[in-house]
């Protein structure tokens, strides 16, 4: 009967933790999908809720076979996303790894990028998030970018 109360009471922590986890899993899965939903409807303010004060933004990029790495600035994506167009920015995400240790998430996202209905290029999205007085929120992101073998 010991036995049997040790296991309840591990059963019922077990439980506890993992839906303490999965409540924040998606915490940081909203964060991301503002982000998108921000960049799709031109909401800059949306967009711009995502990320941290001092949040860095890198794409690594792959041209005639030399790698780079390119930063770019967010308030400057902010201001593209703001700014009227015709066409619609479309990232369209599928949530692959989430880890998370206390304050810390790393997260994994394959992506394919549609401007309006053309697809324009696929590739992976590594984001760092913090959770702050904010909640979470975006510090890193880098991502890779390309136009063949796209699922």
């Known amino acids: 009967m010991k036995g049997l109360a040790i296991f309840v009471l591990f059963s019922i922590g077990?439980?506890?933790n993992?839906?303490?986890q999965?409540?924040?899993e998606a915490a940081v899965k909203k964060v991301i999908?503002?982000?998108f939903t921000g960049m799709k409807t031109g909401d800059s303010t949306l967009t711009r809720s995502a990320f941290a004060a001092g949040a860095v933004?890198?794409?690594?990029?792959?041209?005639?076979?030399?790698?780079?790495?390119?930063?770019e600035a967010v308030n400057d994506f902010v201001k593209l996303i703001g700014a009227p167009?015709?066409?619609i920015y479309d990232e369209r995400i599928v949530f692959t790894k989430i880890l998370l240790d206390g304050p810390l998430a790393a997260v994994w996202t394959d992506y394919q990028f549609y401007?309006?209905?053309k697809f324009s290029h696929c590739g992976v999205n590594s984001f760092q998030l913090v959770?702050?007085?904010k909640g979470w929120q975006i510090v890193y992101i880098i991502d890779t970018r390309r136009k063949e073998k796209c699922n």
């Open 14 to 16: 077990l439980s506890a």
């Open 115 to 117: 401007v309006g209905e």
């Open 22 to 24: 999965s409540n924040e």
């Open 18 to 20: 993992l839906l303490a």
């Open 57 to 71: 933004m890198q794409t690594i990029v792959n041209k005639d076979g030399k790698v780079s790495v390119r930063t």
């Open 85 to 87: 167009h015709k066409e």
């Open 33 to 35: 999908n503002n982000l």
């Open 131 to 133: 959770k702050g007085d």
